[in-house]
């Protein structure tokens, strides 16, 4: 998470969408940017809006420009299938070594999701609060470049992009019945990035 003062802007770091290349690019010109742990880095609506939001309010406005970036959910899920094949993660519960992308999704699919496939959802991750806490702007990942330019304009800078955190290259494919499946149970995330179109 990226918080701009003087921009009044919040930038999310939606997992696998890109938000380490753009915090690494952006982290020297934010008032506050968390990097780390995970749990706070990718903090979600719910955890920013019970944690950061009192602070950024309070010394910052109300005022603020929220914007995220999110995926195509297949795209999404086959890019942390791969990530979890890294190396570091063999023989933990995490890994998806030896695994197809039908297995990781039929884990996914599941209402107790094993390990590796724990990974959320994108829009419970953007999910607006009860009281009106949510994301004003949302970009898709497939057209980067458009978050990109809008925070340049908004940041004044000009914004070059390193490569960073890309998952290991695997073959993804799905399944008819394993996909129809996942539209149907996570409808509300393939509605969310098709609605930006």
Known sequence: MLVFSKAKLVFFSVPKTGSTAIELALAPYAAIAITDPPELKHAPVYRYNR??????????????????????????????????????LKGKPTSTEGMSFDDFIEGYLLEDKPAFANVGSQSKFVEPRPNGTSIKRLFQYEQLDLCISYLEEKLGQTIDLPTRNVSPKAKISL???????????????????????
């Open 51 to 88: 944690f950061f939001r009192p602070m950024v309010e309070k010394f910052i406005g109300e005022d603020v420009d929220t914007i995220a970036v999110i995926r195509e959910p297949i795209s999404w899920l086959g890019s942390w299938y791969r990530y979890r094949q890294r190396d570091f």
């Open 175 to 197: 399944s008819d019945n394993l996909e129809a499946r996942l539209r149907e149970k996570y409808a509300e995330d393939f509605t969310l990035w098709a609605d930006l179109n």
